[in-house]
Nanobody, 123 residues
Framework: QVQLVESGGGLVQAGGSLRLSCIAS????????MGWFRQAPGKEREFVAT???????YSADSVKGRFTISRENAKNTLYLQMNRVKPEDTAVYYC?????????????????WGQGTQVTVSS
């Protein structure tokens, strides 16, 4: 059983930067593909970025070139560096872990989820 705890959310002005972290425990972190998802009020949870066990990363078009996903296996930690944020990036951000070979874009492939961290971007 993997436990995930996100941190680093908060209030930031449009155009600013924020770094989210997700610390994993209860499993071998390097064995899991990891992802970031977000959910804005009244909307479905959507894919943001994913990184495989080998470090291959992929991001949604809406954040490509602005957000960077990375992982540090020695620290059991996943990161999301958010640059040039926009008001439409406002959401609760969740990290997730998957053990299978399924697509990292599909939220159904993730078995473990954190509790989320709020990111609010002011205009």
């Amino acid at each position: 059983q993997v436990q995930l705890v996100e941190s680093g959310g908060g209030l930031v002005q449009a155009g600013g930067s924020l770094r989210l972290s997700c610390i994993a425990s209860g499993g071998t972190f390097s064995n899991y593909g990891m992802g970031w998802f977000r959910q804005a009020p009244g909307k479905e949870r959507e894919f943001v970025a994913t990184i495989s066990r080998s470090g291959a990363a992929y991001s949604a078009d809406s954040v490509k070139g602005r957000f960077t996903i990375s992982r540090e296996n020695a620290k059991n930690t996943l990161y999301l560096q958010m640059n040039r944020v926009k008001p439409e990036d406002t959401a609760v951000y969740y990290c997730a872990a998957k053990s299978g070979a399924g697509s990292g874009v599909r939220r159904d492939n993730y078995a473990y989820w954190g509790q989320g961290t709020q990111v609010t971007v002011s205009s």
